[in-house]
């Protein structure tokens, strides 16, 4: 039973904009952190943004500051990425995830235990 759904991805220029979205209806109405990961091809998922349900806290990954922005509708039930100013290096599959249960964010993907099936971001030059 797929629990959380992404949807947003696509292709874009260098420089544009996509802005991805994951219905999580379990998961928004207790305090937890909510995670965006990704994976380009032949490389290892690494953690991109994070945010505490509860209190908005974020967090971020060096390589997106300043362009990405994490954000949640608790009353949607839904985790967003707004991704701007895009460059190649930000092609991959990208993955909404959800952890535990009042355990804080961290980039430790094991802490996280419900996982999306993915939307693919593609940016070409």
């Known amino acids: 039973q797929v629990q959380l759904v992404e949807s947003g991805g696509g292709s874009v220029e260098a420089g544009g904009s996509l802005k991805l979205s994951c219905a999580a209806p379990?998961?928004?109405?207790?305090?937890?952190?909510m995670g965006w990961f990704r994976q380009a091809p032949g490389k290892e998922r690494e953690g991109v943004a994070t945010?505490?349900?509860?209190?908005?806290?974020?967090s971020y990954a060096d390589s997106v500051k300043g362009r990405f922005t994490i954000s949640r509708d608790n009353t949607k039930n839904t985790l967003y990425l707004q991704m701007n100013s895009l460059k190649p290096e930000d092609t991959a599959m990208y993955y909404c995830?959800?952890?535990?249960?009042?355990?804080?964010?961290?980039?430790?993907?094991?802490?996280?235990?419900?996982w999306g099936q993915g939307t693919q971001v593609t940016v070409s030059s």
């Open positions: 995830a959800a952890g535990r249960v009042w355990v804080g964010c961290t980039w430790d993907q094991s802490e996280y235990n419900y």
């Open positions: 379990r998961y928004m109405d207790s305090d937890r952190c």
């Open positions: 945010i505490w349900t509860g209190g908005g806290s974020t």
